[in-house]
């Protein structure tokens, strides 16, 4: 989902927990060197919370300066060596599809089941947030965040609808609005104000949790705004719940790199594993100068096949994705991953 949506209607970075520049507070302590960060750390309840989230902000600030020299080290690798990577992939991309490798099977069916999840929640809450910025105008409230999720009927089976949850800033947690995104084209999203807010039910309130604690360890860049999906972790055979910390796509950028995924336990307690998705900050333009291109095409070194972020972004930008791994190109397509044969040449990890 683009940034300007949330923009206007999420007063928060998520990014660092639940706080609000500009809130009123305490005077700043003489350990809160830093006037930023202490912005951003004032509005939290005690001494406690507040000086975490200065740490948080302080080391927030780092990783963005360390971020973007290894942005600038990156770039000046993969001009050595794009050419021949590029040349090699595009050569792949006139074949015809070659059946996927027996080994690699599982992983691909796994990412684009995961892939289409990620693209219909991130769409699901991007219409709800539209929706819900019309409804309010200028009388929004304080949002603190958001979770979408597939609705059920009364039989617990899926129904043809997402919802979308935004909840408050303070404690304790409460429900501020809910709306319900139809899968049927042509039919809009309804929006309901919950007053009073309410409290979520205890599963709802264990994805929340999950989302939140994700957010808060993951240590991604203040100086971009950040999407979160939560997805059972059953999908990909494990437990708990996967939180995907999705960076923020422009309208005419495809944002490849930074994502993470971090694998939640069951009651939202503790990070079990954290994944970074790529090992640069790639960006590429999809629509330059207004011209539709073919496609996109990116190495990749994490694993040996594309990933759900691929399946996502292909979807989300209605164009395939090249990808060139260590086992050879891929083509990602409408959702699906199609395995082009070996390259020449092992191709460079990003």
């Known amino acids: 989902m683009t940034d300007v949506r949330l923009a206007s209607l999420v007063v928060v970075a998520v990014a660092a927990c639940a706080g609000t520049r500009g809130m009123a507070g305490p005077e700043r302590p003489g350990w809160a060197n830093d006037s930023a960060c202490w912005e951003h750390a004032r509005p939290f309840s005690s001494e406690h919370e507040r000086r975490h989230a200065y740490d948080l902000c302080l080391a927030n600030a780092e990783a963005v300066a360390r971020g973007r020299e290894a942005d600038r080290a990156v770039a000046e690798m993969r001009a050595e060596d794009a050419g021949r990577t590029r040349e090699a992939t595009e050569r792949a991309r006139d074949r015809a599809d070659q059946p996927t490798p027996a080994d690699l099977a599982g992983e691909v069916e796994a990412s684009e089941r995961v892939g289409q999840q990620l693209y219909v929640l991130d769409m699901a809450a991007a219409l709800a947030s539209d929706a819900a910025l019309a409804h309010f105008k200028d009388r929004a409230p304080r949002i603190g ?62 994805l929340i949790r999950a989302r939140q604690l994700a957010l808060k360890q993951s240590t991604v860049r203040p100086d971009r705004r950040w999407n979160p ?101 891929w083509r990602v397509e409408s959702g699906r991953i199609h395995y082009l044969g070996p390259l020449p040449e092992t191709p460079p990890a990003p």
């Open 229 to 329: 999906v939560v997805l059972p972790a059953s999908l990909v055979g494990q437990r708990g719940w996967l939180v995907y910390v999705l960076q923020a796509s422009a309208e005419r950028e495809m944002v490849m790199g930074v994502h993470r995924r971090m694998l939640i336990s069951e009651d939202a307690q503790r990070v079990v594993h954290d994944q970074p998705m790529s090992r640069s900050d790639l960006r590429i333009p999809v629509d330059p100068d207004g011209t539709k291109i073919a496609g996109a095409w990116t190495t990749h070194g994490m694993s040996d096949a594309p990933t759900e972020i691929h399946v996502m972004l292909g979807r989300q930008h209605k164009q395939p994705i090249y990808v060139a791994t260590r086992r050879g190109a």
């Open 145 to 206: 965040g958001w979770l979408a999720i597939r609705a059920v009927d009364d039989r617990g089976e899926p129904a043809p609808a997402f919802l979308v949850f935004f909840f408050g800033l303070d404690a304790p947690l409460r429900l501020l609005v809910r709306v319900r995104v139809p899968m049927i084209s042509g039919v809009t999203p309804t929006v309901e104000e919950l007053t009073p807010p309410a409290p979520p039910p205890p599963q709802l309130e264990t």
